[in-house]
């Protein structure tokens, strides 16, 4: 609840997502703007989170919602196929994903140069493991990257 409150209560120049979760399970995805906040809560224990605005998609300055609804679809759909048997292996296959390329859950710099899209590549992946207490990071596209192990 606290960070809850610390995240949600303080004023913001810029936009950010925040992923909180307890040590009894509970997770709740927060979409940040200088406007407020939106919350997404877990359907079947799940919660995606696609790098976009999906509660209030109207804030993202980017207008592509079409990429946003693929990558965001294709996520919550691999998942719950994977329901009650997930683990970081998977989670890390899945961010692999290239259907719907270019505009893929693995997205490359592949767009052109169009000015909407300049920069928009993923450049990071993360996966926290709370009942291992590791994190797992890879730099740059998973598909050509490798996912390192931390303890956290």
Sequence with gaps: EEAYRWVTGIKRSVSNNSLLVSGEGKAIDIEASPKGCDLIHPVAGIVTHAN???VNPSLDVRTLPSMYK???VRLADLLYHYYGKITPEIIMDVMKDHEYYPDSI???NNHGNTKDMIGLMTVASM???FA???AYICKGNPC???YKKYAI
């Design 144 to 146: 050509m990257g490798t």
């Design 127 to 129: 996966i926290v493991d």
């Design 70 to 72: 693929n990558r965001q």
């Design 132 to 134: 291992d207490n590791c």
């Design 52 to 54: 976009h605005f999906s």
């Design 106 to 108: 693995c997205n490359h």
